[in-house]
């Protein structure tokens, strides 16, 4: 076992600090052919992250999610990810198509899965309208961690919020308009998201047909964008979003939205469910600076009003912990699936609770080192004061090469967010190349 | 009365010296939107290759496919490498986004930041016309070439002071400075081979940087397949950046 570790981290390590080879500097030439465009396309890339964590055996996620198990304190875990991009392109027309495959080692079981992450097609008549239909990403707000008018995509992770995500199936319009003035841009994007048993169907209530709609304008150098989703799959949503550069090295940005007749369902100590309905009405600030110096500071409050209070929480975590106890005494597994079917329908969801504050200081090539970016992100649950403390830093020297270290530290209290997360710590090295 | 002849007087000889100014004044304007109107057409399609080479001589190599419209619509594609292709920026005026593929939305970035790492920053890669950006303070003459002193008309540009030397004859430039508001030396691009790239463009094909920011370090940028093209304004939106490849022409 301690061979295997070392050998995946041996491989890892040359990967990341093994010598580049040194070209020579000869005249510059341009190949012209490499300009030509051709109709097909196909490209992605391919990733390796050994992963190792430190396990908090006594964490109310990790007796749910491990209960059964018995692991050692220090575990280590691998995982594969192949990204596969194509697309067709012939006149106003282009299909284009995004497949990830990932596989995975850890506690001694492997795993693998493969999606369809988009797939669609794409008309465009003139530069003023895009015709879409498939399955797509549509990836509105303008938050970096955290999108509370994203009311058409899956959630994103906040610790990592650039990874890709599965769309849904929609029909969609851009069609654009530009204007000189205070005006510069006007964009009217109106969206069908089919919900049938085939499609979408864990979006809401099946067999509804949903309209969403996102009026985008370029207004006194502002971005601005109101968002509206109505149908019978999901409650009525509004929202609105901002981004603007006050100066040339410092945005700011945020969200508003509001969702009709939510329904929070929690569970206490006891394992009693309840249901919670009201109008949640949520919002996002934050702003990105930039130094002469090349730091990038992002710093971001959520408030997420579709999440759960401190004490609804500290339930949730004594009733795994019950349930757990009952496990352990009886054999008897009913209370830990009900506490993970309760996970399923939002207290276990990435960021379950209300109240979020979300910074990240990044320097891009200090010391002259070029390619070199190092970077912290703290996530703070301000209801509990808990957090995630993630220093990290990526390379990109090699080309089509991206090779991130990263380290995971999760601190809090007991009954607190990050407190009762399965893990004290891990970290992690993402070796990615493109092809 | 004596007090109303004096200021006649004043105005009536100053008033040439003035006009002469405006007109001096002018004719430099001029002399900066002529050296841009020589380096490309107002609107046009290109292709470029940046190179970034470090001291030890590695080199990061990208390709850009970029479109420009009037003094201050510039959209860029990235073609290569694989890590990058299809992230495009887009440049409106003072506002500029970034559009990555995986990520699938424009998210705002600024004029000194670098899309692509190396000497070169988002305005060198994004350049609007010099006499969009920038005014004439000054103009010299010195041996065969004349050195125009430019200064940002905003503080939103990314270089607060310019110095431009352009060849008298071709009026192209061969030498720019990009300087800081108290004179310190950002970084310096170099003009070098002068190409026919047909339908009247005839410019620098390569232009070099370095940087006392950078020490060792060299970006540098060939440019191939100038032509003067016209778009329609909505190319330049961020609802159009996941698209900007549709305009080129396929291989035949």
Known sequence: MKDRHCFWWLCALFLLFAPAPAWSAEDYSFDLSETEKQPFYLGGYTEFSPEISSADKGAALYRLKHYNHDEAVLADAYAFKLQLEGSYEKGMARLFTRINVNGGYAFDEWSDEANVYEGYLSLKPSSSLVLEAGKKTLRWGKGYAWNPVAFLDRPKNPDDPELSLEGIVVASADYTRSFSGPLQTL???????????????????????????????????TDIDFIVLSGASKTSRYGADFSRNITPSFEVHGEVARIDDYQKKAIDSLGQISVTEYDAFSYLLGLRYLT???????????????????????????????????????????????????????????????????????????????????????????????????????????????????????????????????????????????? | MKKYLTVLLAVFFLAPVYAGTVSAAEEDTQLLQQIDRNMNPESYESYRKLINIEPDGRKKEFILYTVKKDADKVASLFLEPASEKGRSTLRLGDNMWLYIP????????????????????????????????????KKEEQGGEVLLHLKARTRTVSYDRVRLRADTKTLLPTKIECLTEGLMLIKTLYFKEVKDFGGGIVRPSVIETDSPLYKGYKSVMIMAKIKQREFKDEVFTMTFMPNIDSLREAAK
């Open chain 1, 187 to 221: 964009s009217f994007t109106p969206v069908l998201i089919p919900v049938y048993d085939s499609f979408n169907d864990d979006f809401g209530r099946a067999d509804h047909l949903n309209v969403a709609g996102k009026v985008y304008l370029l207004f006194y150098d």
């Open chain 1, 292 to 435: 002469e110096n090349d730091v990038t500071t992002i710093v971001e409050y959520y408030h997420d009003d579709t999440g759960y209070e401190a004490k609804e929480m500290a339930g949730y975590f004594s009733f795994i912990d019950h349930a757990y106890n009952t496990y352990l005494s009886t054999g008897n597994e009913m209370l830990l699936a009900k506490a993970t079917v309760a996970s399923e329908s939002g207290v276990g969801r990435m960021n379950p609770m209300r109240d979020y504050l979300y910074a990240r200081i990044s320097q891009k090539e200090p010391f002259d080192l070029l390619y070199f970016t190092p970077a912290i992100t703290c996530i703070m649950n301000l209801q509990d004061s808990s957090f995630s403390l993630s220093p990290e830093v990526i390379y990109t020297g090699i080309t089509n090469m991206e090779v991130r270290l990263k380290a995971n530290i999760i601190q809090g209290e007991d009954a607190s967010e990050y407190g009762e997360k399965p893990n004290d710590y891990l970290v992690e090295l993402r070796v990615r190349y493109f092809f």
């Open chain 2, 102 to 137: 995986n990520v699938g939305k424009p998210v705002r970035i600024t004029s000194l930041q670098s899309v692509v790492g190396g000497v070169f920053n988002n305005a060198d890669i994004m350049q609007l016309d010099y006499a969009a950006e920038y005014t004439v303070e």
